[in-house]
C-alpha cells in the first residue's frame, strides 16, 4: 500500500525567489527540492508507504514557502484537498486555485497535481461509477456531495450567500440522509478547505467571484473528467401507463405550439371605459381615444368635467396569428376637446399603454376594473395627468371570461392600479438602449428576375447581389431604425437606440427585424428575432435584476434561399412559424438605465445615436467546434420522389451550406478535399457536409428509402463559435429534471385515475428523484465561476444566480410535500402547485442568449432542397459531465423530416416527407475522441475511427459494418380509439400501418367505425439490424404507426401517427416473465401536433437465424382465423391480450332529439344501434318520431365480455339509422362514449326505514342564512323530547343522550358529546347524529315570534292534513298587535319588490360592504350562478335520469367545430356492471339497473322564461353599440321581442318574462337569441343558448323551479312552485322509501332525523297562521344529507348563460342573466307568473338656489381704475344633463369675490334608486331614430366664471357633488376650505334622504402645478322633491313667481356697460374722475370763451376802427 504525489506545476510566482514545498500526509511531512527563480514546472514526485488503507477521513496538505537563507522561511500559499476520491479512483489529477495566509484565493493562481494509490490488494471497485441509486430520502433534502472543480467552496449550504435553506434543516444534514445517501457520501471526493485537524471551514466563500483560467469550460477541465452521480429514477410500473416516448414530443406534440404562431385564430379584446377621476386641466372636455394596433374607437364627449363617467364598450375582432395578436399594443389615450360642435382639435391629457400579451398573461386573461394611471409623454416630469378605469379582457376560442363580480373597494385606487405585478403608480422613466454592433453571414438578396427589373428602373444603381441592410427596434409602441449599410453581408452600424419610457415596460417582447432596404418596393425582411421580457429581467425585491442582454449574438432563422421570384415562406422572415435556414447573426446588448425623477428629467421618444465598435474580447473566445452524424437509416420518403437521387446536407450556421452562396467569413477558409490527415493551418476549417446522391428504392411502393446497406454515410463539420457552453449546460440539467418530473407526474395522474395503490410510493420516488436532481444542479452551479471569462454577460451571471435559487427552493418545497405525502387526497391537492414548478423550470430552460447556433439537416433532390429536420445544439451537445450533456448527443435518433412553412403543420401525411435514424454528436475539438463512443458497435475499425482522438485526422466519411443480425417484428394490434371521422357518415374504415426499418406491412381495413377492433398480429420478417447485439437491445430503432382511412376512390386519408420502441429478444434469452410477454399499452396518436386518438398495441422483435423458418424458441402464434369471411389473420395470442371478462351492459333507449334532415327527407322511424365490444344491441324502430320520437320498450341488455382491466375498455359506440320505404335505412349519425366509468353501477345500501337506522332518535341542527346574529348568542334549548316523541307514531318516548352533529355548512358535522366537547366526525353516513336547532328567526315577510315553539296558551292549531299540533309554550300577543304587526309587515312587503331580493343577493354574492349587506338582511336572498346549471359540479349536468349524446354526421378534426357536425342527440343512459348482477338489481325484473325509469308518454308542460339582462354584448353596428332584443322559440313556437329592443345598448336590462307551453319529448330544446334591431337590412344575431328542459323536467335535482330560502304565500317572495314544500317531501320520502316525514310543533321527522324550523306564517289575507311548510322547505334543502346520496335540490337562482355566434366558435358574445321555470300542465299552476320588469326611475325636481359667493379670484383688471375685478356668474347642471346649463345673472365688478345672486334654477331628472343613477335619455346624434339610455351618477356640477364683453368667458372653478353623499355645508364663509371636500371624515349627508340643505361650499381650481387651489365659496340651498311634491309646491324660475326670490342686495355700481349705460357712466367715471371732470370743463369753457374771443375780435376791431356811416 502507497500514496504517490507528484507535483507537476506551481504557479505563477514572483522569479527573484526561490520557493519549495511541504507535504502533509497522516502527521508525516515531506519536502520538495528547493527550485530557484521560480520556475512554474516543478515535476516533485512524492511516495508514502502506508500500513493501514486510506479513509475517508484522509486529507493531503501542501504548503508553499519563500525560501530565505538568512531569514525564517515566507510562507506563501497552501492547498488542501481530500483523499476520499481515491478510493474510487486509482489516479487523479487535480488544478486547482491556492489560498493565501487569509484564507482567500490567489488570482491567476493554480497548482497541477497528480496523485496516485496502490491499494491493498490491487483495485478491487472498477466499473460503472457514474450509476448512483438513491432510494429515498427521509431527511432534509441537501444536495448530495460531488466531486468538486473549485477546492474553495463549502458545502454548508445554510451558510452560502445564495442558499435558501433554512439553518436548522441544515444543521441536521448529517443526521437526516438515508443510509444509501451516506455509502454515496463516503464514496464521493471532497475539495475544500479546513483547519489543521481536517475539519472543513464553515466560512461562506462566493464562487461566483473566484478566478478560473480561460481554457476551463463549465462541465470539462484539464485531466481527468468531473463525475457526478446520476438522478435516480422512479421504480417501473408493472402495468404501465399509456406510453409516452420522449420521440412523440419531440416530433409531434411541440408541433401545436408552433401551429399558433401560423395559424390564424379568433381573438376578441374587450375594452370597457368606466370613467376617470382628477383629470389634468381646468373646464375640459375628455374623451378616450382606445387604440389596439392601428385600430382606432373612441368614446363619446364628456363636457365641462375632470370625472366623466363614460361606462363604454369596445370590441376589437382580429383573426390572426397568436404571436401577431399578442404583440399589439393597447393604448388608452384621454383627450380633451372643444366639446362636440367644436372644430378645435384634440389635445391629450393624459396615456396609458400595454401589449395584448400582457393582459393575457394576467389572471383570467383579464384586467377587470382597474385604474390606469395617465401620464403625458411629453411631459418632462412625469407627472400624473389623472386615472381611468378600465375593465380589459382578450377572449379566444375555449376561454371565456367570466365577469370577477363587484370588487371589494373598486373606489381605492392605490390598491387596484393597472399594473401586473401590483407595482406604485408613478412608474419612473428609463432609457432602454439596444446597441447595435455588427451583422455577419447575412444572406444574398436580389437575385433573380425581379431584381434585374428593378435595375432597369433605377438605371443600374442596384447592380449588387449583396445586401442593404438596417435594424428595425419595435419596442412598447416604438419602432426605430438604424442607418442603412449598402452592399455589405457583413454590415458594421455601431449605432445605439435610445428608447424613454416607464419603467417596467407593461410589454412582454421586444422585435428585432433585420431589413433589407429596397428602392423600388417595400423593404424586405430577412430575419426577426424577439426578446422575451421575462426572459432577461426578473421581478423580485431582493434579487430580481434590470432587463439585461448580452453583449452577444443572436442567430437569426427564417426562410429558404431559394431566390424565387415570389418567396412562399417569406412570412418566416417575419418570426411566424420556425424558421427553416440559417439567416446570419447578429451582435446586439440591451441595458436599461432608469432615471431618477429628482435628478433627471426626461421625455418620452426614441433617437439613435453612434457608439464605438464592440472589442472582439467581449463576445468571448472562439473555439473550435466539431459536428458529426452518421446516417444509418433514411426511410418513409415520398413516392413522388422515387425517380429522383437523393442527397442530404448537414449545415451548421453557414458552415456546411454548399447549395446557398456562403456568405461566412470561415466559408473561404474551408478545406473541401481533406481524405486522411488535415495538416494545414489552424485558421483553415475542413468538412464534408453531403452525402453522394442515391436513388431511392422501395419494399412495397407505399414509402421508399435509401439502400445504403452496411455502409452508413457520415458527415462532420468544423466551425468556429465564442466558447459559452456553460449556457447550454445548465439549460440541460434543468431540462433533464423538467422532463423526469413531467413524464412522472404524467404517470402519476393515470396512477390517482386508476386509484392505484402503488401510488403513494410511486410519488415519493418522484419526489426524491426531483430533490436529487435540483441539489445537484446547485452543487454544480456553486462550483463554477464564470465571472471572469471572456464574454461574460451581466445576464449571465444573473440567471446563474436565479437558477441555483429556483432549485433550492423547488427542492425544499418538494421535500415539505414528501413529508407529508400520507394520503391520495394530499397529493391529489399538491398536482396543481407541481404545475407551477414546471413553468418555472421551463422559464428557466430556455435561454435567451444563444451559445450556438441550430443544426440543420437537408433532404436535398437535384440542387434543390425538399425537407427539413431542425436540431437544436443543446440536445447534441458533448459534455463530460453526463448531466450536462445533450439528450441525444452520441445516440441514434429519429428525425420526420418536413417541408418548410405552413405545409410542415398540416393534417395529412405529405407534411413529412421522410425519416431518418442519425447519430449526432457536437463538441469541442478537444474532445474529438469521444464521437466514436456512441456508435453503435461491430463496424470494420478502420484508422479514424481507431484513432479518432487523433486531432489531426478528419472523422470518416461512413462506416461500414461486418456485423449483421437477422430479425422478425411481431406486432401485435388490439384495438384504436377515438380516431377522427374522415367520411360523411360520421365514421372513418380505418387501418394502421407498421413501418420499421425499410419494411411497411399494413393491418386490415375495419369499415365505419372510429374505435376499430383490429386484435391482429402483424409479422414482419426479413429484418437485418447492424451493429452487435448489446447496442440492437438498447436501441433497435423505433417503429412508426400511421393509422389511415381507406377510402375506395382516392388516396387513403391520414388519421394519426405514432411512435413505438419494440421489446428485443436474442436468440439465447428466455421468454419468460418479467421482460416477456410484452404488454399492451396505449400509444397516443397525433395529427398535426394535436392529440388524434390512441392504439393498444405491443412490440416484440425476436433474433432469427433464418427468414421463413418456424423456430421451436419463438414463441407459437395462435391459428389464423377469418374475419368477415375474407380476410385472414392471426389474432393476438392470450397471453397479450387482456384479460376478459362477462359484463353487462344495460341500455335506457329512451328517444332521439332535434334530428335534422337527411337527403332532404326528415327522419320518421329512427332506431338506434349500440356496439361495445364487437357485440351490437338495438332498440325497436320508432313508429312515428313527428308523433312521439320516444321508444316503447327503454330498457335492453348487453351481456358480453370485456377487459378486466377497464383501461382497455373499447369504446361504446351509438349510431342511429332511418329506415325507408321498401327496407331501405341511412345512416343519420353516430356518436362515441371513451369514459365508461361513469356508467358504472353502483348498488344502493339497504336501510331500515332510513338512512339512521343504526339509531335510535336523531336530531338535525339546521343553520339559516338569514340567522341573526343575536340568535347564534344564545345557548341552544332542548325541546321537551318525551312531548315531540309522543306525538311521533313509533317514537321512543324516553329518548336518550346522543351525540350530536352539526349539518350546516359544508355537510361535514363535527360530533357532540353529551358534556358538549367536540368529537371526530364519523365518515359513515348511518352513524350521523345531530341535535336541535331552537333558534330560528323569522323572515322578514313571517315576523312571528324570533321562538317557534311559543304558541298562545290553550291554543291548538292544525296543519293542512287536520292534525292537531299541541304546543309546549305560550305565545303573548294580543290581537291587537298582531293585526298591527300584520299591516305594518304588509306594507312592507309593497315597498319591496323582486329587483329587491336580486341586488340584495348581488351584494352578498360579491361580498360587499357592512352597509349593503345591512341594508339587505331583511331580505331573502337567491343563489346567482356565474356559468350554466348544468354545468355546477353538484348537478352534474342533470344526468342522474337521462342524458344527451350528441349525434355527428360528417368529416371531424380538430380544427372544425363540432356543433356544426351535430345532426341531432340520443336520450338515453347505461349502467355496467360485472356478471352475476347484485341482487338489488336483480330483484328489479322490468328495469334491472335503472330504478326510476319515467314515463315514455308526451308529457305537456308550461315554460316560463325569466330574462333578466344580458351583459359585454358584442356589438354589431358600425359605432360600437347594438340594439339587442330578445328571440325564444321552443319546437314549432317562437316568441319574436323585437318591439321591446333596447337602444345602443351592450348591457341590456331585460327583464322580460316569456311563457310557452310544449309537449316533452316533442319539443325540447329552449333557445334564447339575442339579436340587433337594424332599421335597414336583416337583423343581426349576436349570439343563442339552449336549454335542454327535458333533462330539466325529468332530473331528480328538481331543477324545474328552484326552492327559495323561506316559504311565503304573498309578496315579493311568493312561493311559485305548484306543490308546496310538504308535498314536495312527502313525494320523496315515499320515492326513496323513507319513513315519513311526521310533522309536529315546528318539527319534522323523517326516519329518526328531526328538523326544526318556523311554524308561523302570514297568509295572503294577511293573517297570522301556523303551518309545517317552513320545516318542510328547511328539510328540502338538506335533502342531500337526509336522504344520504347526495342529490342536492336546486334552490332559487339565476344561471349565466354564455352567447355563441356559428360564425365565431367558442368565443364567448356575451351572456344572459335568466332562469327557466318548467311545469307539468296536469297540475293546478300558480296564474301570476314573477313581475321582474325593470324598475321605472322616478321623476325628481332640484331646486337650487344660487344664494352668495364669496372669496371668488378676480382674474379681470378694471380698464379705468386698473383694479382686479370680476364679472361674476354661477353655472350649474345635473351630470348627464349638459343641454339644460343654468346660469344666473352677472354681477359686475366685483372687486373682492363676493357676488349677490338669489337665483333658482330647477332641473328635472329621473332617477333609480336601486341603481343610485340618474336616467339619462337622448339621442346621440342628430340621425339617430330613436333614444339612448345612459345611466350617469347623481352629480350636481357648479361652475363659477368671469363675464367678458368681446372674448370667450374666463373660467374661475368649479365643483363636482354626489347628492347622495355631499359634504355639509357650513353656516359662514370663513369656514369654508378645501377640507370638505378632500378629507374623507369630513361629515357628508345624503340629499336623497334629507331633501334639502343649505350652506358655503367650496370651488376648486388648479394651478400651474396641477395643485387643488380654492377658487371661490358659493351659497347654495339644494331642494329635493318628487314628482307629486313638486305639483303641490310650484317654484319658478331665476327670481320669478310663484315662490319669488328677493332681488339680490348688489352695490350700485355692480352694472354691466350694455345693460346700464348711464349708471355705468355714473358709478364707472363720475366717481372715480369727478374731479378731473370738473377741470376739463372748465378747460372747456375757458377754451370756449377763448375760441369766441378770438372769433370775435375781428368783427369788433373792424367796427371800432370802421364805423358804420349812414347813406
Known sequence: MALFLSIKSVGPLKSQFAYFARVLFRGESEQTTILSNAVEEWNQDLDWRLDS?????????????????????????????????????????????????????????????????SPPGGRKNKGNNNVWSIDHFDGPHVEPCVRRRTSVTSLDLAESETSDIPLEIAKKITAKFHPNIRKVFKKLPFGGQGDENGNHSDKPTDSDDSDIVDEEILGYKHGKPIELPEVPHPPPLEQPAPQRHREIYKSFANLDKEREMVVSQCYEINVRILEARQLSGININPVVHVLVGNDKKKTAVKESTNCPLFNEFFVFDYQLPHASVMEKMITLEVNSTGGKLSLKSHSLIGMYKLDVQTVFNAPDHQFYRKWAYLTDPRDHGNSCKGYLKVDIAVITRGINVSTPGKVKNEDDIDNNLLS?????????????????????GLPRMDSGILPNIKRVITRGESKKELTDSYVEVNFYGHTVKTSVKKHTYKPMWNESICITDLFPPLCATAKIQLKDSDTVATDVPIATHVFEMSKISYNKLSKGFLPTFGPTNIF??????????????????????????YRGKLAISLTVHVCDPHHETVSCGSKVSSIPSLPKTLLGKNERFLLFASIFECSMINKKYQDKPMEFELSMGNYGNEIDFNASDDAHKVDYHVDEHHTGSDHILYHHATTHPVLPDAFDDTYFFIPWENTKPCLYIQSRWPGHLYRIYIANMISKVHHSLLCGLAELEDLIKHKDARTIDYFRAIMDELIAGCNQIVLILKSESISNRLGITELDVARMKLCKREMIIISNLAYEISVKSDTMVYIKGKLSTFDEILKRMAQLIDSPQQALPDIFLWMVAGGKRLAYAKIPAADIIYSELECQRGVDCGRITSFFLRVPGKKGYGFNENAIQARVRVLLWLGLQVHKGDFVNGIPKGYKLTNKLKNADDLSLVPPKSVKYTEEHKFELRAYLYQARSLAACDKSGFSDPFARIIFSNITVETRVIRETLSPIWDETIRMQSIVLYGNLEDIVNNPGTIVIDVFDNDLVGSSEFLGRTVAKPNVKILNELYNKPKFPSSLRWYTLYKGGNEAGAILAAFELFEVQEFGVEFEYLPTLPAAVFRNEVEKVIPVPSMIRPVLRKFRIQILFWGVRDMKKLQLQAVVHPQVEVECGGQIIQSEICSNAKKNPNFNNVIAALDLELPENPLFWAPIAIRVKDYRNFGRFSLVGSCEIDNLEKFWYKPKKKRAG?????????????????QSPAADDKPATNLDKTQSAAAIPGAHSNPVDLPTVDFAGTGTGHLINGNGDMMQSNTDRHSAIVSIDQQHPQASNDHASNNPNEVSAGKTAKNQNGRPITRATTLKRSAKSQSQASKKDKADLEKIDWWSKYYASQNKNNNSNSADRKASADIDTLKIYESELENQLEFDGFKDVIQSFPLFRGKRDSNTDENAKIVGNFKGNFKICRLPLPSCAAENVVNGMFTDVPPTKPTNVLVRVYVIKANNLHPTDINGKADPYLVVSLGKTKINDRENYISKNLNPIFGRPFHIEATIPLETTLTIQVYDMDVIGSDDLIGETKIDIENRFYSKHRPSCGLPVTYSEMGYNKWRDPLKPTQILNRLCKEEKLDGPYYADGEVTIGKCIITGPSELIDSRGRLVVTDEHVALKALHQWHKISGKGMKLVPEHIETRPLYHASRPGVEQGNLEMWVDIFALGMPIPDDHVDI??????????????????????????????????????????????????????????YTGEGNFNWRMIFELDYLAAEEKVVVKKKEHFYSVDETEHYEPFHLIVQVWDADLFSSDDFTGMSTFDLLDMPRGVKEPANCDLKMLNSDSYPTFNLLKQKSARGWFPVVARNHKSEDILAGKVELELTLLNEDEAKHRPAGLKREAPEPL?????????????????????????????????ILTLIFLLFMFAATFVYAIPGILAKGLFPETKT
Open 1942 to 1974: 328677493p332681488k339680490p342686495n348688489r352695490p350700485e355700481d355692480a352694472v354691466g356697460w350694455f345693460s346700464s349705460p348711464f349708471k355705468a357712466c355714473k358709478f364707472g367715471v363720475c366717481r372715480n374722475y369727478k374731479r378731473d371732470l370738473l
Open 53 to 117: 488503507p486510506l479513509t475517508r477521513e484522509d486529507f493531503i496538505e501542501i504548503k508553499v514557502y519563500q525560501f530565505r537563507k538568512h531569514m525564517p522561511n515566507r510562507f506563501i500559499c497552501r492547498f488542501k484537498t481530500s483523499l476520499r476520491s481515491l478510493l474510487i479512483e486509482e489516479k487523479l489529477e487535480l488544478a486547482e486555485n491556492l489560498l493565501d495566509v487569509n484564507n482567500a484565493v490567489l488570482p491567476n493562481s493554480l497548482i497541477v497535481l497528480e496523485l496516485s494509490y
Open 420 to 440: 401586473p405585478d401590483g407595482g406604485s403608480a408613478d412608474r419612473p422613466r428609463a432609457k432602454y438602449n439596444f446597441n447595435i454592433y455588427y451583422a455577419d
Open 556 to 581: 437569426l432563422y427564417g426562410s429558404t434561399r431559394d431566390f424565387s421570384m415570389f418567396d412562399e415562406n417569406i412570412k418566416l422572415n417575419q418570426g411566424e412559424g420556425e424558421g427553416a435556414a
Open 1733 to 1790: 320588469s325593470p324598475r321605472k326611475p322616478a321623476r325628481y325636481e332640484l331646486r337650487v338656489i344660487v344664494w352668495n359667493t364669496e372669496d371668488v379670484i378676480c382674474n379681470d383688471h378694471n380698464m379705468l381704475t386698473g383694479e382686479q375685478m370680476s364679472d361674476i356668474y354661477v353655472k350649474c347642471w345635473i351630470k348627464g344633463h349638459e343641454d339644460n346649463k343654468q346660469s344666473t345673472d352677472i354681477h359686475h365688478k366685483s
Open 1250 to 1266: 332510513s338512512l339512521f337506522a343504526n339509531q335510535k332518535s336523531i336530531n338535525i341542527k339546521m343553520s339559516n342564512e338569514t
